[in-house]
């Protein structure tokens, strides 16, 4: 067990990697460790807990902007912005169900750190696509600072959306600031029944195409609508999602419906049954509690996804499902197996990666993310190197030597 | 004027000759330009007060060209500038007496139109405006919409991260583009995400975009189509006073409502514009707001509503709907026009783009109008007031000893200001040249060399576009340096620097 090291604010923080630089000590950075199940499984001889530094240190509701230190709960977060009719518009998945932790854990850096995105990637972006401002410590124990609390800002490189996603493995982020929006009044989310994985991406495809602005495009098959809840009937289903003020979403509906009539007939679910769908997919909570079971996010051409799963189910006894308009699959393997040569071959000829977000140590100890070609791969290390020269930040979690 | 570039390495000067003669035998015929006469339009990008001739230029039609270029240049100690149209407004692109100045503009194919999946491939050489020209008649566009849009490059606005007037709805540059296909000075080849979502590794896309020329070249572009809205509506309104219409755009916000965008001119741009395309704006008001709204028509009635609501509670002396799609394009012919518009009332102009957060505006531009009187010098301003980027426009002129350096100090006045009040530097123009000296201002020493580490990780001889963005060459040696006495090396494959 590598042993615990607990700092709450950003000297401290600077201190404790400075003194792993000089002790030659390997670092595993995390806040409450709701997302230490992701990524390759890496030694550490120190575990750096930053949950400590906590606190909103800005939120100016009308400037659409929110500054907190990186161990906040993501929950407190997203608690104050409710309140003020405000969110998050990308969505961050919790982890907590798919790694068998309660849900509404975490912290706002190791959302930050992972960037992973729900349903609304597809129409608002990504984590990257908020961020507009960092203070953070290097791999060198040295406090910098890039971006700022505006919206639009190219002063020097785009650091905060290049370190969003990167693990942990280049800098710790001791303050991030991102672009917050507001709460769309209301939701409702249109079905059809009985695609196959073709039409489902024809249908996702016409709805996404359309000016219906549509902000969650999932596409489940037969089994997985069978188990869930949320799901009404057992047959597959599409599912788009529109949100906004009422009388546009109202308007949107009626559009949306003509888009799909060639696809069949739509129900609609309102909210609140909306709401529990999207977080459904959002969370992977069809394949929690399922123990280890290797779980792979791959990310491809919307069109292609829907067969892709397909492909996954039939060849490698994944059950799989979509979001993203098909960009996105979601597969759940048969056992602990995580298969990554049959899954990355099957993803191969459409472009794309593919990422294993749970696994056993054991499978994590290879590839977890997208082999990089061999130019990639030697930048991807003089990156790493240029933050993090004596490899003390999360070594090992992104890539061997990354 | 005294900027200070990278002084010419003489080694290279000597060999130009060679140089010429080994570039043609990569692109051949007529691209690689070297008479002086010929190289003359390439002197200067849209910072017109900065020239200086090229060292020789270079057209190349294939990545495969651009990557013996830059390969031959990297084993051969030449710096390149990379080019796109050369509309950068802060001098991005301005050549070097002895780098290669890289062209784009043959790059100017569009490759592949996928609607079904909502994205283009194109070369970076297309056009801004030819991206949305190629695929409107299926009813897309592409969202980003710099006034310039008719002659700057997709790769161009990489290289700035370039916004428009429709950015507070739509994003910038960063987050329209999904993929790039670049070229590293070392002549390798990288692809850079694609047809689908987000990085299968760190996020390198996201570092390229506003790069400005200091990383890599690029070379393919895959951007993100949209489908244009249903109708989009636009309303003018009038303000007795700035402090009421920068109260109106909070207010607009506040009340959960984001408009495809909403722009602020002040009473000289107004004047300006009306002078220039005479649409009917009102001249008795010191602000106006231009805020479109788009979607279906339904969401339009009901904000427009909303809007003129919130503007009638804020003082708004006048307001008025665009009824027809003509009358749209003609509240928006005014902002678009407002640099020449503004540029005919004075022999030249600088224009800045400090970004501030938007509850500050009333204090800048009180303190921007005494900087006018003590500099003796006019300012206009036009200001995307959705995302706080001011565009103030300083007129002087250059003919009169000492004018150019007054405009300069003054707007270097205008951009601390912006920094001292929780801004930056610059919201979508590039540090380029122009703003290269103030970025201590903004940044520290550490925070400076964690950014030049990442050019010396792109480029560890630093001949891609030197001396833009950063006020100081430090040898990558020195900045990678570190001072621990313990600890191994990590990583032995590494080159050390
Ligand atoms: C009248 C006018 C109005 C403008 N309005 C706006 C506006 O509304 N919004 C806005 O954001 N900007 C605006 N601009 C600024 C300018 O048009 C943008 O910055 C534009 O993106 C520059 O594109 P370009 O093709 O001209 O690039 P250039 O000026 O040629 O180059 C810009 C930078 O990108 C680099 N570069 C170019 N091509 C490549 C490539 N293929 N690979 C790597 N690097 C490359 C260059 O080295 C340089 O650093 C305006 C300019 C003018 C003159």
């Not at chain 2, 380029?432 to 950014?451: I, S, T, W, Y």
Request: proline share 6%; net charge negative; aromatic share 6%.
């Amino acid at each position: 067990m590598p042993e615990h090291f607990s700092i709450s604010d950003e000297a401290s923080l600077a201190a404790a990697v400075t003194e792993a630089v000089e002790q030659g000590l390997r670092l595993d950075v995390r806040g409450t460790g709701t997302r230490a199940g992701l990524g390759r499984a890496a030694q550490a001889d120190r575990t750096l807990d930053v949950s400590g530094l906590s606190g909103i240190s800005l939120y100016e509701p009308d400037e659409l902007v929110l500054s907190a230190r990186a161990g906040t709960p993501l929950a407190q977060i997203e608690a104050l912005l409710a309140d003020a009719s405000q969110m998050l518009a990308f969505e961050p998945m919790d982890t907590g169900p798919l790694f068998g932790l309660p849900a509404g854990g975490g912290t706002i850096g190791g959302m930050f750190a992972c960037n992973l995105a729900g349903p609304r990637r597809l129409s608002h972006g990504a984590v990257r696509d908020h961020a507009l401002g960092i203070r953070a410590v290097s791999g060198r124990g040295e406090v910098f600072k890039s971006g700022g609390r505006v919206m639009k800002n190219v002063t020097g490189y785009d650091l905060p959306r290049m370190l969003a996603g990167s693990l942990g493995t280049l800098a710790v982020m001791s303050e991030i600031t991102l672009k917050v929006l507001p709460l769309p009044p209301t939701e409702e989310t249109l079905l059809v029944f009985g695609l196959d994985p073709a039409a489902s991406a024809r249908a996702m495809s016409a709805a996404m195409g359309s000016a219906c602005e549509v902000s969650g495009a999932a596409s489940l098959p037969p089994d997985i609508a069978a188990a869930r809840p949320e799901v009404p009937g057992d047959r597959a289903i599409v599912a788009l999602r529109l949100e906004g003020f009422e009388p546009s979403v109202k308007a949107r509906r009626a559009m949306l419906i003509s888009v799909l009539a060639p696809f069949g007939a739509v129900e609609v679910l309102e909210p609140p049954a909306s709401r529990d769908f999207w977080r459904m997919v959002r969370d992977a909570l069809p394949f929690a509690g399922s123990g280890l079971d290797a779980v792979w996010r791959l990310s491809t051409r919307p069109t292609a996804g829907p067969a892709l799963a397909r492909t996954l189910t039939d060849t490698l006894g994944a059950k799989t499902y979509c979001d993203w308009a098909g960009g996105l699959v979601w597969a759940l393997m048969p056992g602990e197996a995580a298969q990554g040569e049959a899954v990355r071959a099957a993803l191969a000829p459409h472009g794309g990666h593919a990422t294993l977000i749970r696994a056993t140590a054991a499978q994590r100890a290879g590839d977890v993310f997208q082999p990089l070609e061999s130019s990639l791969a030697a930048l991807t290390r003089r990156v790493k190197a240029s933050f993090d020269p004596r490899g003390v930040l999360n070594p090992g979690r992104m890539y061997a030597e990354v | 004027m005294g900027l200070r570039l990278p002084a010419a390495d003489e080694n290279v000067l000597a060999r130009r000759a060679d140089i010429i003669a080994d570039l043609s035998s990569i692109v051949p015929g007529e691209g690689v330009i070297f008479r002086e006469r010929e190289m003359k339009p390439y002197e200067s990008d849209g910072v017109t007060a900065y020239k200086q001739m090229p060292f020789v230029v270079v057209l190349p039609e294939t990545t495969a060209q651009v990557s013996r270029i830059l390969a031959y240049c990297h084993a051969n100690g030449i710096r390149v500038v990379p080019r796109g149209a050369g509309t950068s407004l802060s001098g991005g692109a301005l050549p070097l007496a002895d780098a290669v100045l890289l062209g784009m503009g043959k790059f100017n194919k569009v490759l592949d139109i996928d609607y079904a999946n909502r994205c283009a491939v194109v070369q970076p050489g297309v056009t801004n405006l030819g991206i949305t020209r190629a695929v409107e008649h299926e009813g897309f566009y592409y969202a980003p919409d710099p006034s310039s849009q008719i002659a700057c490059t997709i790769g161009g606005n990489i290289g700035e991260n370039s916004g428009g007037v429709h950015t507070l709805k739509y994003g910038l540059t960063t987050n329209n583009v999904l993929g790039l296909e670049m070229v590293l000075i070392t002549g390798e080849v990288i692809r850079l995400g694609g047809k689908h979502l987000d990085s299968g590794g760190l996020d390198l896309l996201a570092l390229m975009v506003g790069s400005e020329g200091l990383l890599g070249v690029v070379t393919e572009v895959t951007v993100r189509l949209l489908k244009k809205p249903d109708v989009a509506r636009a309303v003018l309104v009038g303000f007795p006073t700035s402090e009421d219409a920068g109260d109106c755009v909070a207010k607009i916000i506040a009340a959960g409502i984001i408009p495809a965008g909403i722009e602020m001119m002040d009473r000289d741009a107004i004047a300006a514009a009306e002078a220039f395309v005479k649409v009917g704006y009102p001249l008795d008001v010191e602000a106006l707001l231009i805020v479109e709204l788009d979607g279906p028509e339904a969401e339009c009635a009901h904000l427009l509503g909303e809007v003129s609501a919130i503007a009638a509670a804020c003082n708004s002396s006048t307001l008025r709907v665009s009824r027809t799609e003509e009358e749209r394009l003609g509240f928006w012919a005014g902002r678009k026009a407002a640099f020449p518009a503004v540029g005919r009332l004075s022999p030249d102009y600088l224009c800045m783009d400090g970004t501030i957060p938007r509850k500050q505006l009333p204090l800048v531009l009180t303190r921007m109008r005494e900087m006018s009187q003590q500099y003796g010098l006019r300012v206009a301003n036009v200001f995307h007031a959705g995302d706080g980027n001011l565009h103030p426009l300083i007129l002087y002129d250059a003919n009169k000893p000492g004018e150019l350096d007054a405009a300069e100090a003054f707007g270097s006045d205008i951009l601390r200001l912006c920094v001292e009040v929780g801004g930056v530097l610059t919201g979508e123009h590039g540090v380029g040249v122009e703003k290269r000296d103030l970025m201590p201002v903004m940044f520290n020493e550490v925070d400076l060399a964690h950014q030049q580490r990442l050019k010396c990780a792109f480029d560890d001889q630093g001949l891609l576009n030197p001396g833009k963005v950063f006020p100081t060459l430090h040898r990558c040696a020195e900045l990678g340096r570190m001072h621990v006495s313990g600890g191994q090396v990590p990583f032995p494959d590494l080159p050390r620097f």
